[in-house]
């Protein structure tokens, strides 16, 4: 049985807890539907929150950056949150007050790790690029001992995070029904555009990539 409560009181969905999933499969199934996530914290009193390139790599999701990148030295040194949000659907109601959007998320807390065994970390940046473009890694000109050294790689455990998903259709008040205009779903989707090489390509033939 999926877990129904939450790891901790401040992963507990408060607003609407009846689209909450607290299981570990539909957190990391999110994860890994996203390319991009937002990553929160704290420099000097100040608040940022940086959207980046991430991966899960079992109950871990990692990023990676610049190794003098103030955002990884204070990931590294304080609480951190990650949110990923993906719009799956338009949904129009008959009142403006009742449009919606159904969308699956996750906010993640806790505080990033730092990796530093060089084998550990060339084995998750290939992972990386394998999750974006299966098969390129090893067509790839090898990553120097100088750019893994210059390349930071942090991780955050999954262990307290929480999803929220919204995955149906209209709720309307029952004397809107009558409405006349149009009620229903406008599914959302993301695909690849016509790739575009660069004239100095050796090779013309475009690879794959995780969208197909």
Not at 198 to 206: A, G, I, P, T, W
């Amino acid at each position: 049985m999926p877990p129904v409560s939450a790891p901790s009181s401040r992963t507990r969905v408060r607003r609407l807890p009846d689209r909450a999933h607290y299981d570990a499969d539909t957190v990391a199934a999110i994860v890994d539907a996203a390319m991009l996530c937002t990553v929160a914290f704290q420099i000097d009193g100040t608040v940022h929150a940086i959207p980046t390139i991430h991966w899960r790599e079992g109950g871990h999701l990692y990023i990676h950056g610049a190794k003098a990148s103030r955002m990884l030295k204070a990931l590294t040194a304080g609480e951190a949150c990650v949110t990923i949000a993906l719009a799956n659907g338009l949904v129009l109601a008959r009142s403006a007050m009742h449009h919606s959007m159904n969308y699956r998320s996750v906010v993640i807390y806790g505080r990033f790790e730092p990796v530093t065994d060089p084998g550990y970390k060339l084995n998750s940046l290939r992972a990386f690029i394998e999750g974006f473009y299966p098969g390129r890694w090893d067509t790839l000109r090898p990553i120097t001992n100088k750019e893994l050294n210059a390349t930071g790689l942090l991780r955050i455990a999954l262990s307290e995070a929480s999803a929220k998903i919204r995955a149906h259709g209209v709720k309307d008040d029952e004397e809107d029904l009558s409405w006349p205009v149009w009620a229903g779903v406008v599914p959302l989707h993301t695909v690849t555009g016509e790739p575009v090489a660069e004239r100095d390509s050796v090779l013309q033939q475009v690879p794959k990539t995780r969208l197909g």
